[in-house]
């Protein structure tokens, strides 16, 4: 099976920077992905971690570390906007399952 | 945005009776999905399709079924709607290939089971 765990929540302060990690536990995944959701709205995708290593799309950066089976969500440079929902998913090997970690909630404060 | 259009987009119903939610999509990709999502459960996978008349089961099947006749929808239904599936259902579509790990969400559907 999978499973992936992220803190429930996490507040930071505007123009800070923060880290939401993720741990997982898997079999085999083709790569580790994230998404942001704000209240009432539906997830949008922000990044997608393949390989090891670090990806950067702008305020976002996603690093992954198969040895140590974890992940994590970087933003910089805080913007009130970014008050979200996140949440990191899976795709097992051999299928079409995208698992979904529980989200981590983060309040942006000015 | 993906064309991705769920309906109704909120609903109300009593426990027992029959409910089909519709997920409609212009971009024909091949998968679909559909999620719950509840407080301090995020999203939980029910039935996906990887083609017309192509589904499989997700992490929290029991109680629902779906169906996928044509390309553009997918149709999830709860038999008979039970309080504990009072939930936000979302619809997500994705393509084999390398958006595959991308999924594109619905607006989601508000259901209310009394």
């Known amino acids: 099976g999978q499973s992936l765990e992220q803190p429930s929540e996490v507040t930071a302060v505007e123009g800070a920077i923060v880290q939401i990690n993720c741990t997982y536990q898997t079999s085999g995944f083709y790569g580790l992905s994230w998404y942001q959701q704000h209240d009432g709205g539906a997830p949008t995708f922000l990044s997608y971690?393949?390989?090891?290593g670090l990806e950067e799309t702008g305020r976002f950066s996603s690093f992954l570390s198969r040895s140590d089976s974890y992940g994590y969500l970087l933003l910089q440079e805080l913007q009130m906007k970014d008050s979200a929902s996140y949440f990191c998913?899976?795709?097992?090997?051999?299928?079409?399952?995208?698992?979904f970690g529980a989200g981590t909630r983060l309040f942006v404060k000015a | 945005d993906a064309g991705i259009t769920q309906s109704p987009r909120h609903k109300v119903t009593e426990t027992g009776t029959p409910v089909t939610l519709r997920c409609h999509q212009t971009e024909n990709h091949r998968y679909m999905y559909w999620y719950r999502q509840d407080p301090g459960h995020g999203l939980r996978l029910i039935h996906y399709s990887y083609g017309v008349k192509d589904t499989d089961k997700g992490e929290v099947s029991d109680g629902y079924s779906v169906s996928r006749s044509k390309t553009e929808d997918f149709l999830l239904t709860l038999e008979s709607a039970t309080s504990s599936q009072t939930s936000v259902y979302f619809c997500?579509?994705?393509?084999?290939?390398?958006?595959?790990?991308?999924?594109?969400f619905g607006s989601g559907t508000q259901l209310s089971v009394l």
């Open positions: 997500a579509i994705s393509e084999p290939g390398t958006t595959n790990e991308k999924l594109f």
């Open positions: 998913a899976v795709r097992g090997l051999g299928g079409f399952k995208t698992i």
């Open positions: 971690n393949a390989l090891d």
